[in-house]
């Protein structure tokens, strides 16, 4: 197992793979913070001068970039042979997949804590780099690091059950962009207002707004909002913009690490008793 490590983290920090997507979440928190300031300067006094609505936005588009990471990483290391050259010299399944999920995960880990470490670099000259959230952004810094591991257990898990390099990546990319999609409809549904303004009527040629409020068809309630809420909780996409977005913690905030670490067992699980049983050609 240790000599597995050392040879994917060699193969790792080699390949411009990893570094790319360094340079891309670098730059993604280079434009952020730009942007922040551009807007603290025109909307002044708006609270738009602190970088705490900043450090997790990127964690919302990280998907996309766990995505293509791991569906290239892993799919040109099974197109190379390196699978089936580890499983001559006797190396087993489990620890193989053990391997690239360890690899993987501090891969992505680091293109995280970049961007975070970018956006708060560039606060000091461009902003006011003092956060004022203390506390809403420590606990988010830890539920952003056990959402990122989920993440890429999710994403590991599809890479190694396909063989096909081009299927892995374009799927990994789909899985990516549906979680997200799904998780920001389902954002949509749970803040959907519980009550509506009511049709508003002329009374002596003035429209005058109803002053009964009427129950808005969409707003959810019982079983089906615990079912989302559970879907949004449990689901990366949705932890995604819990945490990158509200900018409050939410009242069960302990289920966010609770809800990665599930997700990443059960995929891991997964995972490697497929990748067990897999027919590697």
């Given at each position: ?212 409020p009427v129950p ?65 050609k």
């Amino acid at each position: 197992m240790k000599n597995l490590l050392s040879a994917t983290f060699a193969r790792l920090f080699k390949g411009k793979l990893f570094w790319i997507g360094m340079l891309a979440m670098g730059g993604l928190g280079a434009v952020a913070t730009i942007a922040r300031a551009r807007d603290a300067y025109v909307l002044q006094d708006m609270g738009y001068d602190r970088p705490d609505g900043l450090l997790f936005i990127g964690l919302t588009y990280f998907l996309i970039t766990v995505a293509a990471f791991d569906g290239l990483f892993i799919g040109a290391e099974h197109a190379d042979g390196t699978w089936r050259n580890k499983l001559i010299v006797g190396q087993g399944r489990v620890q193989i997949y053990l391997t690239y999920l360890i690899v993987t995960t501090a891969a992505t880990m680091l293109m995280h804590l970049v961007y975070i470490g970018v956006v708060l670099g560039l606060s000091a000259p461009l902003l006011n780099p003092f956060l004022t959230l203390i506390k809403v952004n420590v606990v988010f810094f830890f539920c952003s690091l056990a959402t990122v591991v989920a993440m890429n257990a999710l994403m590991v898990t599809l890479c190694m059950l396909i063989q096909n390099r081009a299927v892995v990546a374009v799927g990994a990319m789909l899985l990516a962009i549906g979680l997200m999609m799904g998780g920001m409809a389902i954002y949509q549904m749970l803040c959907a207002p519980e009550f509506l303004s009511g049709p508003a009527t002329v009374v002596n040629g003035v429209l005058m707004p109803s002053p009964e409020p009427v129950p808005n068809p969409k707003y959810l309630t019982g079983a089906k909002r615990a079912f989302f809420q559970f879907l949004h909780e449990f689901l990366p996409g949705g932890q995604a913009i819990t945490i990158g977005m509200t900018g409050e913690l939410p009242a069960n905030v302990w289920r966010l690490p609770v809800f990665s670490a599930l997700l990443t067992l059960l995929s891991t699980l997964g995972g490697a008793w497929g990748f067990c049983r897999r027919d590697l050609k």
